[in-house]
């Protein structure tokens, strides 16, 4: 989905459907699933963005910075200047 408050266009966010707290505790097929649909997302992003790079966030805790309690990761498109 695209980020409601996005840091650059094409900030998406992919979530789960197993709706956890912490990465730690999605079951290991969701974890499976994750790497492959990152790698896609990632090329779609570069793809649709012409982007320089990405960053993929993932703030695991109300101390690192994570505002909603479902594990999700962040797929920033990072432009040149």
Same mark, same amino acid.
């Given at each position: !989905? %695209? $980020? !409601?408050? /996005? =840091?650059?266009?094409? *900030?998406? @966010? !992919?979530? /789960?459907?197993?709706? =956890?707290?912490? @990465?730690?505790?999605? /079951?290991?097929? $969701?974890?499976?699933? @994750?790497? +492959? @649909? ?19 966030? %993932? ?10 309690? *479902?594990?999700? =990761?962040?797929?920033? +498109?990072?432009? !040149? $200047?």
């Amino acid at each position: !989905i %695209l $980020d !409601i408050a /996005p =840091v650059n266009a094409g *900030h998406l @966010l !992919i979530v /789960p459907r197993t709706e =956890v707290r912490h @990465l730690a505790e999605l /079951p290991a097929a $969701d974890l499976g699933e @994750l790497g +492959p @649909l990152l790698a896609r997302a990632t090329a779609c992003v570069r793809q649709a963005t012409g982007c320089a790079a990405v960053n993929l966030v %993932l703030n695991d805790g109300q101390e690192a910075g994570q505002a909603v309690p *479902h594990v999700h =990761v962040h797929v920033i +498109p990072r432009m !040149i $200047d």
